[in-house]
């Protein structure tokens, strides 16, 4: 195995722990939680299944950006479930419930939900994009399903593991995702210098930027619904984005763009995380 290999391991270890931890701390009303909020769950499909894939489409066409940037837009915007959106969450203070509810329910209706969303943006664009329902499958089962529902029988029946394993999983997230970016990046640095330019940074901001404003209004009018469908609109998973993209385009290469996707959702989603974190705790008036 190279080094590659191993750091993009760490890296999907680091994603299973996170949702692992997550699951952890979750119970069964947690997973039921959007289906006894039939509005909330029809409102958080359409944000992010929906709106956000035809946002994509209209930037592609609104603007000239570069071939790899416009396809790489769309195939993050058909790729739901944010792997790293518990710890956001958590961070900006969104509903742990809804939380938990959300990527269950992402996840289990990506697996038919992505080649449906590809073909009907084909359809309506004119533009062909094939998805393979096994891939996708593979890797929500892997990387989402499987953790977090391990995670929730563990602490319904042995909650005395869960406890103990909580901290261990936490630290393990904690310790091998920024090692495992950091390293990535440095090795991949040349692929992403190469994708800056022609506006694709701009590309980027723009979607990220849409996805919170449109997921903060569809969640309203609680706050802490607000925050976990802005986060989750705006934030797509690049695995599933470069299996889309390198299915459908196999010339071009995708990886520079989609990892400074990462980069730029990161900083840019930084200052609502931040803002919603002044709301909930305000600074003490001095006296």
């Known amino acids: 195995m190279d080094p590659k290999h191993i750091v993009i391991l760490a890296f999907q270890l680091s994603i299973v722990c996170t949702v692992l931890g997550f699951g952890l701390h979750a119970t069964k009303l947690d997973l039921l939680y959007l289906w006894h909020r039939p509005k909330l769950l029809l409102r958080s499909i359409f944000a992010v299944m929906i709106v956000?894939?035809?946002?994509?489409?209209?930037?592609?066409?609104?603007?000239?950006?570069r071939p790899t940037t416009e396809l790489?837009?769309?195939?993050?915007?058909?790729?739901?479930?944010?792997?790293l959106l518990p710890g956001r969450m958590d961070r900006a203070g969104g509903e742990h419930a809804y939380t938990v509810a959300l990527l269950?329910?992402?996840s289990l209706l990506a697996i038919v939900a992505i080649p449906l969303s590809g073909a009907l943006l084909g359809w309506l664009f004119d533009r062909q994009f094939q998805v393979s329902m096994g891939a996708i499958a593979r890797t929500v089962l892997i990387l989402i399903v499987a953790p977090l529902v391990i995670g929730v029988f563990i602490r319904r029946r042995m909650p005395a593991l869960a406890a103990r394993l909580s901290p261990i999983v936490r630290r393990v997230a904690n310790i091998l995702l920024p090692l495992s970016v950091v390293v990535f990046l440095a090795a991949a640095w040349r692929g992403i210098w190469a994708a800056v330019g022609d506006g694709t940074i701009f590309a980027i901001a723009l979607f990220v930027g849409i996805g919170l404003a449109v997921g903060h209004w569809f969640g309203r009018p609680e706050r802490g619904h607000s925050i976990v469908l802005a986060l989750a609109s705006a934030c797509r998973h690049p695995a599933i984005a470069l299996t889309i993209a390198s299915a459908n385009f196999p010339d071009l290469h995708f990886g520079g763009t989609i990892l400074l996707y990462v980069l730029v959702s990161a900083l840019v989603g930084m200052p609502y995380v931040l803002w919603q974190r002044r709301a909930e705790c305000p600074p003490t008036p001095k006296l």
């Open 72 to 83: 790489a837009l769309v195939a993050l915007a058909l790729s739901p479930l944010p792997p």
């Open 104 to 106: 269950v329910t992402l």
């Open 52 to 65: 956000m894939p035809i946002v994509a489409v209209l930037i592609e066409r609104l603007f000239d950006f």
